[in-house]
């Protein structure tokens, strides 16, 4: 029985990294337009480059929580396939696999089976020129070089208007998957947001865990509502005691 689960901003909200869809319709205080699009970057890459050096920097204060550690125990007691896709660009998910060295170190940038950074990841950066990725946990300046000499270093992130990572090996898994869970998402962005019709089109029972009903409530077989902190570890429980 194969398993895939999508994660968003809403899982990591009780680490106290903000979600992207506030009332206020800001992030951090930004309209997305101005610093996660490509033309924002051209316009202003100072401003760019600090706002992601402020995430990445906020990355230093929080920890994964109960619902990052349930899926990475989820990943190593399942006997079926497991697929981990997640829009978030913090690391949480990756540290939470860590307490698990039998689910294996990451292949360098391709993403290892387990997990894949569909959005990209705020402690990589990216030549704007010759695209190789590096690990970056320090501030990024406008004119970080590459070892190339021919470009500069950007964030490793997907911004609005870009193609998200992976989508082959995405929308293959989701195409094969039994059960297909989406936690902490709004369903607001596509493609990520268009994985649940595919999951229903091949078979595959859909659950949706959130804070409240999203927008695709319909789309899902089953919902758990509350804080993921809690949900998830209790869907994880009873998927592990009782299967599919
Ligand atoms: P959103 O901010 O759109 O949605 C967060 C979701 O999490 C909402 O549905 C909330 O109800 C839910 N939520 C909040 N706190 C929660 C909690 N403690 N427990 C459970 N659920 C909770 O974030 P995403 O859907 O991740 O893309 O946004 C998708 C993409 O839009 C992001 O990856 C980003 C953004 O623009 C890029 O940067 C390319």
Not at 143 to 150: E, L, P, T
């Given at each position: 029985m194969n398993i895939v689960i999508l994660t968003g901003a809403g899982i990591s909200a009780e680490s106290g990294v903000p979600t992207f869809r506030a009332q206020d319709g800001l992030w951090c205080g930004h309209r997305v337009e101005d610093v996660a699009t490509p033309e924002a970057y051209e316009r202003n890459p100072v401003l760019v480059q600090s706002f992601y050096n402020t995430r990445r920097a906020q990355l230093r204060e929080v920890q994964p929580n109960d619902a990052h550690h349930a899926l990475a125990r989820l990943e190593r007691d399942w006997d079926g396939d497991y697929l981990l896709v997640t829009q978030n660009v913090d690391d949480l998910h990756d540290r939470a696999r860590d307490?698990?060295?039998?689910?294996?170190r990451r292949d360098a940038f391709a993403g290892r089976p387990g997990l894949i950074h569909m959005h990209g990841e705020l402690l990589k950066a990216r030549c704007t020129e010759c695209e190789q990725v590096c690990h970056w946990r320090a501030d990024l300046e406008v004119?970080?070089?590459?070892?190339?000499?021919?470009g500069v270093l950007r964030p490793h992130i997907v911004w609005f208007g870009e193609m998200p990572l992976m989508m082959h090996a995405i929308e293959r898994a989701v195409a094969q998957c039994d059960l297909f869970v989406s936690i902490g998402?709004?369903?607001?962005?596509?493609p990520a947001a268009g994985f649940v019709q595919l999951a229903r089109a091949a078979g595959a029972e859909t659950v949706e865990i959130n804070l409240e009903p999203t927008v695709q409530r319909g789309l899902f077989d089953r919902g758990y509502y509350g804080l993921a902190g809690a949900q998830v570890p209790l869907f994880v429980e009873e998927l592990l005691s009782t299967g599919l």
């Open positions: 307490a698990y060295p039998e689910l294996g004119h970080s070089a590459c070892v190339c000499q021919n998402t709004s369903g607001a962005v596509y």
